[in-house]
């Protein structure tokens, strides 16, 4: 049986290809999405003499990057990482997070934003001296969000991650710095930040254990997660897939 003719007319054929991007600009677009977008961050100290700590750095870190920063003593390295970690506001420039404009935001908005979405390891740990292992880990994800019943499982999952759950129930006096390290980035990944802020994490630990700490952050970086580490050590940095380097307040990529 012939089929009726169809009463509405058929769109026209679109006869002009849609305009593509030839695959070599294709192949060099990355398409990942950028978590951390900084651009033209300045941040300075009054005082008597008031110091110029950034001087206009601009930066874009994509989803599971994982970046190192370099610099000498002074150059603004930590300035840096507290800004990405909200710790400090930028005196001028736009700072998206995970594409949220965060500078002019309240403090409370930006504890949430941080609670949310980064995870920080310090040189010196900071961990509560008269709160157990636990505790410290579980303290870290007050304004994560997470619902309470989810976040003891949490905890217990990220200690073991790094490999001291047996840990659990100590105070941080009792632990070797390795083990303070561990913890340390335990309470910074157990929320599932989007990103990852280390300050020198191996600053204050020997050789060996930093290496354990450092195999760490390779891992966590090979599950996708973005880091941002900032370190003296060109060992330590060359970890990273990507190094930056500051001086003098401003911040350039490493080409290799
Ligand atoms: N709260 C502050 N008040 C005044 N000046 C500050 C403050 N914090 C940092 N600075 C100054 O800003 C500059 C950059 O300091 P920053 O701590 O970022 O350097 P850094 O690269 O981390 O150095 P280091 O490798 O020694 O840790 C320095 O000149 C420092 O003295
Ligand atoms: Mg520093």
């Known amino acids: 049986m012939e089929e009726k003719p169809p009463t509405k007319k058929p769109p026209r054929p679109k006869v002009t290809p849609k305009k593509t991007t030839s695959p070599k600009s294709k192949a060099q677009k990355d398409t990942r999405k950028p978590v951390v977008e900084l651009t033209d961050i300045h941040r300075s100290f009054p005082g008597p003499t008031p110091v110029l700590a950034?001087?206009?750095?601009?930066?874009?870190v994509r989803t599971g990057d994982y970046v190192s920063i370099m610099g000498?003593?002074?150059?603004?390295?930590?300035t840096l990482l507290n800004v990405l970690g909200l710790l400090d506001a930028p005196t001028i420039g736009s700072y998206r997070l995970a594409g949220i404009e965060t500078v002019g935001m309240a403090d409370g908005e930006r504890t949430q934003l941080r609670g949310q979405y980064l995870g920080f390891v310090f040189q010196s740990f900071h961990l509560l001296p008269q709160r157990t292992v636990l505790d410290n880990v579980l303290l870290g994800m007050a304004y994560s969000g997470i619902?309470?019943?989810?976040r003891q499982d949490r905890a217990e999952e990220a200690l073991e991650q790094v490999g001291v759950s047996h840990r659990a129930g100590f105070?941080?006096?009792?632990?070797?710095?390795?083990?303070?390290?561990?913890?340390?980035?335990?309470?910074?990944?157990?929320?599932?930040?989007?990103?990852?802020?280390a300050d020198e994490p191996t600053g204050n630990l020997d050789e060996g254990t930093s290496r354990g700490v450092l195999d760490i952050f390779d891992e966590l970086s090979q599950q996708g997660l973005t880091v941002i580490l900032v370190s003296h050590d060109p060992d330590v940095a060359g970890r990273a897939n990507r190094q930056v380097v500051m001086s003098e307040g401003k911040l350039s990529e490493v080409t290799s």
């Open 147 to 150: 619902p309470r019943g989810e």
């Open 54 to 60: 950034l001087r206009g750095v601009d930066l874009i």
């Open 72 to 78: 000498p003593s002074g150059s603004g390295k930590s």
């Open 171 to 197: 105070y941080p006096t009792t632990l070797s710095g390795g083990e303070r390290q561990r913890v340390a980035v335990a309470r910074a990944t157990a929320t599932h930040p989007a990103v990852l802020l």
